[in-house]
DNA sequence: CTGTTAGCGCTTTCAC
DNA sequence: GTGAAAGCGCTAACAG
């Protein structure tokens, strides 16, 4: 199973360049590393020799001794929802401009799936860590406090994060949800969404609006997937008709379901926006252009990531940085409104 | 700048952890990672000894020592696209469950961007790396020669890979998407497709197909992005419908774009597919159920990803695996075709 | 089943 | 501007 031979042991090291540029191997390292610490000819020589020999620097070698690996380890739950996918784009690129490198977990919505991640993950000592959401295990948090690592959680915005957050409230996101499709006069929106817990604290903000409003309770829907896409809509309407036929309107808990409701709804000569109303939730920029009849609740993943890549950065490298960043969502399509934004 | 305190300097070593169990160094370390050489007893304690002290193991140390990080360097273009995000989950997955982990790169598309990542990671020592596509740099290719370290192209297929491969062929993909359209009936089949080398390459089997077939050569309408979004489809089109107004179908570069395209084409009153064809590409499996009209070329990313783990497993474990992997693709919708599947 | 010795490749600290 | 000594935390190799 582990019978590796020794793969390249022979490769050149810092000692083997410092003796080809005939320096000690101090000098070749700062040469390499600080190279204004060094004369410009030693610096050329030693440049000459990694020509030469082919050196890579080992840098296991350097973290042990310096105690920094400029690695950073981030869990998102999918890769395959275009939300995270935007938030992991903007992290990683954000990250890379400083030269840090970004090891990525998925923990399939799964909070124990998190803890045995970071659990292997902290023995590689990451100068920081990144999480999605604020849900987390016991023992999550008490390695996270004794590691004493620069953490941010990503997503949802909470008051009092583990370290720092950056995100919005998805109970505000379905309250504004709801206010969205009563002004725009329909009377009786319901719910469609995946079984996630944030398209579950969407649904609670939609329902304690809908009460505030003095508004009967929303019907829901739930499918079982995490993700429903696009071509799950016309389930998903046929099954709303079913259950809730006096609906009016529909708040889907992703884009995707949104579009796929849309488009069978259009088969079905449903006539919209005036008949029936359909709001989703995700980022996709551009769906409004293609499909006008739909809004959307819109959340910018990219800068939740640059954010965040930002707050981190600023701690790994001895800063302080806003403990808890709430960056809001904004409704959009036929009457917008904006979500809140603040820092603290 | 990098002032940072040495943090948690003075965490707990294997050392500390021997001492608290009274045993010797390596005894503890035995414990830990091959509790088959060790008393049950032994262990046992060790175990205690770790929940006592709150030890987490250091990794850096062990890798110098043992030369194995069970670390895979990844690098993708892209996490947006569903295609390489499928393809990423299912690598990552696969590793994992071996406890091998993956730190992730994204190219944009760009091979100097690869080039000066590779050089990054390759200090960190990684077990394996995993490139998308075949196009790399010269001292890319330098770089991972000397490293000696086992390396998986995923995506494109290719006869003689750097180590190894496991993809499809995309002018293959292209011939098929040809000879789709024609069998369904159309005369005038045009591409409309991506800026990227990849949709190129399948535009030119689809180009070489007509010629084949004695057709004329079919319009390409190129957009600058690398990824055009479903919202383009009116201006894609529009575009096609001014420039090649003949046409009769359309080959689009992304199943987004060939939604986008049908959407508009149903909103023109086009009938379809009798008076026009989309063709899609990609792996959107629902697609085809919220949209009859529709045809794709079928890849499946997360077999790739899956498949090119596999093989990345068997050789950092000593062993061989397929040099080269060709997993083919499938036509799909109103009559179906499927891509060569063969290994090598 | 357990321990001793040595050293992985680098950077810190202190000296010149 | 450069170097010598020491050690980061762990595991390979060998011995018992």
Redo the contacts with the bound molecule.
């Keep these: 199973m582990t019978l590796r031979t020794?793969r390249n042991?022979?490769?050149?090291?810092?000692?083997?360049?410092?003796r080809i540029a005939?320096?000690?191997?101090?000098?070749?390292?700062?040469?390499?590393?600080r190279p204004?610490?060094?004369?410009e000819?030693?610096?050329l020589r030693v440049a000459q020799a990694v020509e030469q020999s082919g050196?890579?620097?080992?840098?296991?070698?350097?973290?042990?001794?310096?105690?920094?690996t400029r690695l950073v380890a981030a869990i998102v739950p999918s890769v395959g929802h275009s939300l995270f996918s935007d938030m992991l784009d903007a992290l990683i690129h954000t990250l890379a401009a400083q030269r840090y490198e970004t090891t990525l977990g998925i923990s399939s919505y799964d909070p124990e799936h998190e803890e045995t991640w970071l659990a292997a993950m902290l023995s590689r000592r990451p100068d920081g860590i990144v999480l999605t959401g604020t849900e987390h295990t016991a023992r999550t948090r008490r390695l996270l406090v004794n590691a004493d690592v620069p953490v941010v959680e990503l997503w949802d915005y909470q008051p009092h994060p583990l370290d720092m957050v950056v995100g919005f409230s998805q109970e505000d996101a379905g309250r504004a949800a709801f206010r969205h499709l009563a002004a725009c006069g329909y009377r009786r929106p319901a719910i469609l969404r995946a079984d996630d817990s944030r398209a579950a604290r969407r649904a609670l903000g939609f329902t304690r609006a809908a009460a505030e409003a003095g508004a009967p309770v929303p019907a829901q829907i739930v499918f079982s997937e995490a993700i429903p896409q696009s071509g799950r809509g016309r389930d998903a309407l046929n099954a709303l008709r079913a259950q809730a036929p006096e609906a009016d309107a529909v708040f889907c808990s992703s884009d995707a379901l949104a579009q796929g409701v849309l488009s069978h709804a259009h088969a079905l000569g449903l006539r919209m926006p005036e008949e029936f109303g359909v709001l989703g939730f995700g980022d996709q920029a551009l769906a409004l252009d293609a499909w006008p009849a739909l809004s959307t609740v819109r959340v910018d993943g990219a800068a939740i990531g640059r954010l965040g890549a930002e707050a981190l950065i600023a701690r790994m490298a001895g800063g302080v940085a806003a403990a808890a960043q709430d960056v809001g969502f904004e409704v959009v399509g036929r009457g917008s409104t904006r979500g809140h934004q603040a820092a603290r």
């Design positions: 020794l042991a022979n490769a050149p090291t810092l000692k083997d360049l410092a005939g320096v000690s191997p101090i000098t070749a390292s700062r040469a390499l590393h204004e610490l060094v004369a000819a030693t610096r050196y890579v620097p080992n840098s296991l070698a350097g973290g042990l001794t310096s105690r920094q």
